[in-house]
């Protein structure tokens, strides 16, 4: 029988190995968060927030406001996903290197990925936990002006988190 393709391509079994199963699955699910979360960002810098300028401030503040508290749901449950799919693939390569002998030194496509990653969550924390907070307070207190400028600073930094999360795609593609 053929060798298995990925990394446990040292197995002559007749069914796909598990932890090759297992680390597809993990990917699926690490490209997967990625994709909800890269493309929530353009969806809402470049498609929501241009059709929302029609509006009054405080119908879209409030509007921001509420697509921005589902997705920022979605987006911890990525990031979540993410660190720790991430986390157990290089865990796992690492492991199976020591297991056979081998030495595990990370590829620099997955340092440079892996850095860029902690950053953009970093990123994202400071964007749900400080400036979502101050948009929510604004809102509640039907302060429009205030609500404007939180969604500014919103805007500003996920435009760089959105940077830096095609970087990380162009790196990935460019280097592995």
């Known amino acids: 029988m053929p ?3 990925g ?3 040292h197995y002559q079994g007749p069914t796909p190995c598990p932890p090759a199963m297992l680390y597809a699955a993990l990917k699926f699910v690490h490209v997967l968060s990625l994709i909800v979360w890269i493309g929530g960002m353009v969806f809402a810098h470049f498609f929501l927030r241009p059709a929302t300028l029609s509006l009054e401030p405080p119908q879209r503040v409030k509007l921001m406001h509420d697509v921005l508290q589902r997705f920022f749901a979605a987006v911890s449950v990525a990031v979540v996903l993410v660190l720790g799919s991430g986390l157990w693939m290089i865990g796992n390569v690492a492991r199976m290197a ?3 002998g081998g030495r595990f030194a990370m590829p620099l496509s997955w340092t440079i990925m892996a850095t860029i990653g902690l950053v953009m969550m970093a990123v994202y924390g400071h964007i749900r936990f400080a400036l979502f907070k101050r948009l929510k307070v604004a809102v509640a207190a ?3 002006p205030a609500g404007g400028k939180a969604l500014a600073s919103i805007r500003t930094l996920v435009g760089v988190n959105l940077a ?5 795609v162009a790196v990935v593609f460019l280097l592995t």
């Open 164 to 168: 830096l999360g095609v970087i990380t």
């Open 7 to 9: 990394h446990y391509n």
């Open 142 to 144: 039907a302060d429009w």
């Open 98 to 100: 020591a297991q056979t």
């Open 3 to 5: 060798a298995q393709s």
